[in-house]
């Protein structure tokens, strides 16, 4: 009788942990739809998310325009320097100095 509640009680608790871990991740993908299909209530919010994602696009095409060799010596640089990058970095770096990893040999 003593075991069959024990194996009662460790089951009731382990059900109650998958729940809570099911809602954690069914909030997660609330965030993610959030943040991928956001909901607007103003003009102006729906404006700046669209010029918002024109910044973040443009970034996008230019970190997927470099070519290979350009964004390992970037990277590189960034990384020697500062120990670590963000994709901001190198599109801000490159931009810097542009001539120069341009005219670098590949």
Do not use: W
Request: charged share 30%; proline share 1%; glycine share 2%.
């Amino acid at each position: 009788m003593m075991g069959f509640l024990i194996t009662l009680i460790v089951s009731l608790s382990s059900c109650r942990r998958q729940s809570e871990r099911d809602l954690e991740k069914e909030k997660s993908l609330d965030e993610i739809r959030s943040c991928t299909n956001p909901r607007f209530t103003s003009v102006i919010d729906i404006v700046c998310a669209r010029d918002s994602f024109l910044r973040h696009s443009e970034r996008d095409s230019i970190f997927r325009s470099l070519d290979t060799e350009t964004l390992i010596n970037v990277c590189q640089i960034l990384i020697y320097r500062y120990g670590s990058c963000t994709i901001q970095d190198i599109i801000d770096e490159y931009h810097q100095h542009k001539d120069i990893y341009d005219s670098i040999e590949n």
